[in-house]
Every structure is written in structure tokens, then in C-alpha cells.
T-cell receptor
């Protein structure tokens, strides 16, 4: 089954404790993105990747890191999380032959 | 920075009526305009999209129109049904769906039976 998976789905952590949210897709897609969703603000792109080892900043990259060492994986790293990074995070992927972005199930992160 | 404005933020219609959601974008380089539907507690899903070389696209009860000169695009839902109730997001992108993408803030649509 074609899908985008994210782990964990829910995470409560404390300020300053490094964390990683994983994202994996099994559709051999070139493009992958991370978004955060906050009430009244829609989805805001954090980082996107066009292929392995090729990443670029989205609209709100501050406080986040990403890497794309393998085509299927695109982890989101918060080196020193802060309460303003409490949000719902979505990973998405798409291929070069179609425009549709497929979203993962979301990760709800709370930083205390 | 670049942005996408979406109106209205909330829309309530009677079942069977039409619903229209409008978006305006600022980045002249944008050439791909998708619309997503997000039901409560679920992930966004693409419902229709349009490229800048097309003025209108239709898929059953859903249509999207684009005015590139005015930088406006709109979603039209006809014969609305209760299952159309959801949050709808417009977006503008410079490339394909996975490229740099700016989303609107969303429209919460209520369809009353």
C-alpha cells in the first residue's frame, strides 16, 4: 500500500531536549516536505527536499533541521525544542510525474 | 514575504447550495495551485488543482478557476452535501506539488442538512 508514515504520532517533551520525528514514504517520490499546522495559520512549510542530499528552506525553517540521506526518508530534527514549536506536524511527498502531495498522518508535538 | 490570502475563514451553507472560496497570491512565479480538504483529525487530501496555463478545471461537483493577471483563484463546490463539511486550504507553488509551497489559512465549511 502506497503511504507516508510518521513516527511518533504523539510526543510530549520538555524545552531543550533534542528530538527527531521520522518520515518515510514507499512511493519512490523525489519530493518531500515538512509542514507545521497551527490554528488560524494553515499549513506552513518548514523545509522541502527535491531529492537525496538536496534540501531547501520553506517559510518557517528557524529552529529545525532536516536531512535526506536516503530517498525514502526525511527526518525532522529539533535540536533544542521550545514551547513555540508546539504544533501538529505533517510530512508529505510527491513525485515528478504527478503533482499530488501525499500527506502523512501527522505528529502532534507538545513542548513544555 | 510571499503569502496567500484565503476568504472567507468560515462559510455556512444549506445542503444543495453552492459554496465559493477565494484565494489571492502574491508570488508572480507561482504556477501550480492545489486545493486540499481536511476533515477533523485527518490529514489534508488533494481534491483538485490547476496550473497557470489553464483558466478553469472541473471535476464533478468541484471546479477551480484561475485569474493569473489578478493573482486570484477560487474553489467552487456545487450541490453541497453534509460530507463536504471540512476545512479547505488553497495553496500556491512555484513548481510541482512538492516544491516551495505557501498555503492559505483555511476555510471551515459547514453544510447544514
Amino acid at each position: 500500500e502506497a503511504q507516508v508514515t510518521q513516527n511518533p504520532r504523539y510526543l510530549i517533551t520538555v524545552t531543550g531536549k533534542k528530538l527527531t520525528v521520522t518520515c518515510s514514504q514507499n512511493m519512490n517520490h523525489e519530493y518531500m516536505s515538512w509542514y507545521r499546522q497551527d490554528p488560524g495559520l494553515g499549513l506552513r512549510q518548514i523545509y522541502y527536499s527535491m531529492n537525496v542530499e538536496v534540501t531547501d528552506k520553506g517559510d518557517v525553517p528557524e529552529g529545525y533541521k532536516v536531512s535526506r540521506k536516503e530517498k525514502r526518508n526525511f527526518p525532522l530534527i529539533l535540536e533544542s525544542p521550545s514551547p513555540n514549536q508546539t504544533s501538529l506536524y505533517f510530512c508529505a511527498s510527491s513525485g515528478t510525474t504527478e503533482d499530488t502531495q501525499y500527506f502523512g498522518p501527522g505528529t502532534r508535538l507538545t513542548v513544555l | 514575504g510571499e503569502n496567500v490570502e484565503q476568504h472567507p475563514s468560515t462559510l455556512s451553507v444549506q445542503e444543495g447550495d453552492s459554496a465559493v472560496i477565494k484565494c489571492t497570491y502574491s508570488d508572480s512565479a507561482s504556477n501550480y495551485f492545489p486545493w486540499y480538504k481536511q476533515e477533523l483529525g485527518k490529514r489534508p487530501q488533494l481534491i483538485i488543482d490547476i496550473r497557470s496555463n489553464v483558466g478553469e478545471k472541473k471535476d464533478q461537483r468541484i471546479a477551480v478557476t484561475l485569474n493569473k493577471t489578478a493573482k486570484h483563484f477560487s474553489l467552487h463546490i456545487t450541490e453541497t452535501q453534509p460530507e463536504d463539511s471540512a476545512v479547505y486550504f488553497c495553496a500556491a507553488s512555484e513548481g510541482t506539488g512538492g516544491f516551495k509551497t505557501i498555503f492559505g489559512a483555511g476555510t471551515r465549511l459547514f453544510v447544514k442538512a
